[in-house]
């Protein structure tokens, strides 16, 4: 399976931009998907999970901000990124589990990913 990342751009404090990823290569509706990012000089952290089952987890620094969704029959996941700040500036990448319907829940854990999409810029200017 590849992943593709789209949507990254320059936008205002106070903007909104939807990220994409859209995988090939094999269907993505048993597995989890991820979105991490990666700002400079800093280590990768995780933004947004969707379980295979659909349901999300947000890490405390975008959670009521950024939304993360997923549709199977477009074998693609967004990340819905609102009320941004200059601080969410990074690379965005997305990810997926490499095990199907893993109910595990170290999302932390890059590990856990076995395919990473190439990553998109997110510049947000203050």
């Known amino acids: 399976v590849q992943l593709q990342a789209s949507g990254g751009g320059l936008v205002q404090s106070g903007g909104s931009l939807r990220l994409s990823c859209a995988a090939s290569g094999r269907m993505i509706n048993d597995y989890g998907m991820v979105w991490f990012r990666q700002a400079p000089g800093k280590e990768r952290e995780l933004v947004a999970v969707?379980?295979?089952?659909?349901?999300?987890y947000y890490a405390d620094s975008v959670k009521g901000r950024f939304n993360i969704s997923r549709d199977n029959d477009k074998n693609t996941v967004y990340l819905q990124m609102n009320s941004l700040k200059p601080e969410d500036t990074a690379v965005y990448y997305c990810?997926?589990?490499?095990?199907?319907?893993?109910?595990?829940?170290?999302?932390?854990?890059?590990?856990?990913?076995?395919?990473w999409g190439q990553g998109t810029q997110v510049t947000v200017s203050s």
């Open positions: 969707i379980r295979w089952t659909g349901s999300t």
């Open positions: 990810a997926a589990d490499k095990m199907p319907r893993d109910y595990t829940s170290n999302y932390y854990y890059t590990g856990r990913y076995g395919v």
